[in-house]
């Protein structure tokens, strides 16, 4: 280090990494590897969905469904390439992809100050949700992965780059559509060229989203557009979103999901987080990460469905890392004290998760079961008699005849099973009375 020194180089560094990128690259493959000794199973239809992409793609037979995810998709096949089986390669990405979530939210920290990173990666790592999203085997993880790349190509004044991600993003996760809107449209006003930057931003997205269309058409043609409609519909009026009777009765559960993950004052940090850029003496003062916040607030409370709490990673995650930019040194103290707690909370020992510990268990012990959750997957996966309850006549008649029943919410005298992490569900098996 002495040599280095004389050099005119850092004196702290490793192989040209700053100390704390080194302490960080360390956490995230510790962390990695926690998760790679967890069994890496499919945890809700949609993986399979997903995991039968993997072998045939079709949007029509839902696999996966509208409207395809084809950069997903490609992902997983090329994980598969390399010797994985369809279940391992969808996990595998997501996986990766909570990995590349956690460096880039250290990366957008450690522009303020070097060591203002190390705190939010821990409390990011282990937060319950991003490991629930990292063995989920669904796009979430990568999807937020790439917006926070093109947040930090676009701090880092990189355009190109930032355009990249995003079209990559919207490969992975179309839904993000949004989001990507909001960031287009603040880069495009912020930019002192905006026609150019405009121009290669739409060629570049056009190119990839070209050939994205291009993938689907070839497996599904004219139809496509007829499950698209098909599916839209559903999922408004259906079963995409919970229905709310009173227009404040979501905002409720929004928030009782939101105080779950981030605690009632981290709800009241997060609403700080929102206004905060609004009320500056010297003016309005936006980043990119404070308008994708804002974005997938207002796209979180109109347009998700708040039984699922990974709904909520992208704007938890979001309010973490904003957090620990605005930190001085109080702040970043309780950054530490939070990192710490949540490594003795979060840290486990590995276990298969619950929802297939419940359809195992149910397996053994039901002829047949009643079930809104993981219908395909207790079908395919455990073969069992499964009657959906949404279709409600059909499943009371079944309950009548003996069949079990499996929920997230509580049933009287059930059997529980329990999440791996407090950010994923726990089941409740009703076994009939003998």
């Not at 998760?353 to 268990?361: C, E, G, Q, R, V």
Request: hydrophobic share 50%; with cysteine; proline share 6%.
């Amino acid at each position: 280090m002495r040599d280095a020194a004389k050099e005119g180089l850092p004196e702290r560094q490793l192989k040209g990494l700053p100390l704390p990128d080194v302490l960080a690259l360390l956490c995230i493959l510790l962390w990695l590897g926690w998760l790679a000794c967890f069994p890496w199973q499919l945890t809700s239809d949609d993986a399979l969905n997903f995991a039968r992409a993997v072998v045939r793609f079709s949007v029509i037979e839902e696999s996966p469904h509208f409207p395809g995810y084809p950069g997903f998709v490609w992902l997983t096949r090329l994980a598969a390439g390399l010797g994985l089986s369809p279940v391992a390669a969808i996990v595998a990405i997501s996986w990766l992809g909570s990995g590349m979530i956690a460096w880039y939210g250290y990366l957008l920290c450690r522009s303020r100050a070097a060591w203002y990173g190390l705190p939010v990666l821990v409390v990011l790592l282990f937060h319950p949700l991003l490991p629930t999203l990292a063995l989920s085997g669904l796009t979430d993880a990568p999807a937020i992965a790439c917006l926070l790349a093109a947040c930090h190509s676009a701090e880092c004044q990189r355009p190109r780059r930032q355009a990249l991600w995003l079209a990559i993003m919207l490969a992975i996760r179309p839904s993000f559509a949004v989001l990507a809107i909001g960031l287009w449209s603040y880069s495009g006003w912020q930019s002192s060229r905006r026609r150019r930057w405009l121009l290669e931003t739409l060629l570049l997205t056009a190119m990839i989203g070209a050939g994205c269309g291009w993938f689907i058409w070839m497996h599904d043609g004219v139809a496509y557009l007829n499950e698209g409609v098909r599916f839209t519909q559903g999922h408004y009026e259906l079963w995409g979103n919970t229905p709310v009777s009173h227009p404040w009765q979501g905002l409720v559960q929004w928030w009782q999901l939101l105080a779950g993950q981030l605690t009632p004052v981290g709800v009241i940090l997060l609403c700080w987080l929102v206004l905060q850029p609004l009320c500056q003496r010297q003016g309005w003062s936006f980043t990119p990460l404070w308008v994708c916040l804002l974005v997938s607030l207002l796209w979180l409370l109109t347009s998700q469905n708040p039984e699922n709490s990974r709904h909520a990673a992208l704007p938890v995650i979001l309010s973490v890392i904003l957090f620990g930019r605005s930190a001085v040194w109080w702040r970043t103290g309780l950054l530490q004290v939070a990192a710490l707690a949540l490594i003795c909370v979060g840290w486990q020992a590995p276990s298969p998760p619950a929802i297939s510990t419940a359809l195992t268990y149910a397996a053994q012990h039901c002829h047949t079961l009643v079930t809104q959750y993981g219908v395909k997957l207790a079908q395919q996966q455990f073969q069992l008699q499964v009657i959906d309850a949404w279709y409600q006549a059909s499943a009371r008649l079944a309950l009548t005849q003996g069949a079990c029943r499996l929920s997230s919410e509580p049933l009287a005298g059930s059997e529980v099973f329990r999440g791996r992490f407090a950010a994923e569900k726990d089941y409740y098996l009703l076994l009939p009375r003998n």
